[in-house]
């Protein structure tokens, strides 16, 4: 059972656009929606987080959009640059369940200069 | 700080044969997560401890997988015997606190069963 889905699995973007990447969950019980960004040969590392009690955060170029009622969230990179090229995969927890994470499939982002 | 350690990156091995893989975490971190990622799977928890103690081993995939955390700063996964659907990236993670979801991982042991 897939407690969170991510889309696309693959991302092409020109240098300067706007990335987008979409996660949806089923558990109303999550309390947590990190996005981590991997890079090939290292290990995943927390990219900006969001709890359920905020619309909207911002990190730079990095904003996770996040929808309660529809139990969606999603990441925005703007300016997209050839060094965001890497691996993406958002992420869902619960407090009570231990926070341990459960992540999406994962998107592996291009961007092309 | 030097993060999370693991050890080996590499390891190649024999069907049957017994792997243990390494991990250290971060110094005070007292929560330890082992993951698993593949390209049909991506990121599977596999256990975690909370204190020097399994709290879930739901992922554990079946009894050929055990790990351990002897002390706070040593964790081992050993999978015996080791088959060809073994083969995976293995990655440690710690964090401050169960609960407090921030996890730092390690860069990965690569696993290939042949």
């Known amino acids: 059972q897939q407690q969170v889905k991510q889309s696309p699995q693959s991302l092409i973007v020109q240098k300067g656009g706007i990335s987008i990447i979409n996660c949806a969950y089923e558990?109303?019980?999550?309390?947590?929606f990190p996005w981590y960004q991997q890079f090939p040969g290292k290990g995943p590392a927390l990219l900006i987080a969001?709890?359920?009690?905020?619309s909207e955060k911002k990190e730079g170029r990095f904003t996770i959009s996040f929808n309660k009622s529809a139990k969606q969230f999603s990441l925005h990179i703007m300016d997209s640059q050839p060094g965001d090229s890497a691996t993406y995969f958002c992420?869902?927890?619960?407090?009570?369940?231990?926070?341990?994470?459960?992540f999406g499939q994962g998107t592996e982002l291009s961007v092309k200069p | 700080d030097a993060g999370v350690i693991q050890s080996p990156r590499h390891e190649v091995t024999e069907m049957g044969q017994e792997v243990t893989l390494r991990c250290k975490p971060i110094?005070?971190?007292?929560?330890l997560f082992w993951y698993r990622q593949t390209m049909m799977r991506g990121l599977e928890l596999l256990i975690y401890?909370?204190?020097?103690?399994?709290?879930?081993d739901s992922g554990m995939p079946e009894d050929r997988f055990s790990a351990k955390m002897p002390n706070a700063s040593f964790s081992t996964l050993k999978i015996q015997p080791s088959e060809p659907r073994d083969s995976a990236v293995y990655f440690c993670a710690s964090s401050l606190q169960s609960g407090a979801n921030v996890l730092t991982f390690g860069a990965g042991s690569r696993l290939t069963v042949l």
């Open positions: 401890f909370n204190n020097n103690v399994p709290i879930d």
């Open positions: 558990n109303t019980a999550f309390d947590y």
């Open positions: 992420a869902v927890s619960d407090y009570n369940q231990g926070g341990k994470l459960i």
């Open positions: 110094s005070g971190h007292n929560s």
């Open positions: 969001i709890r359920p009690d905020v």
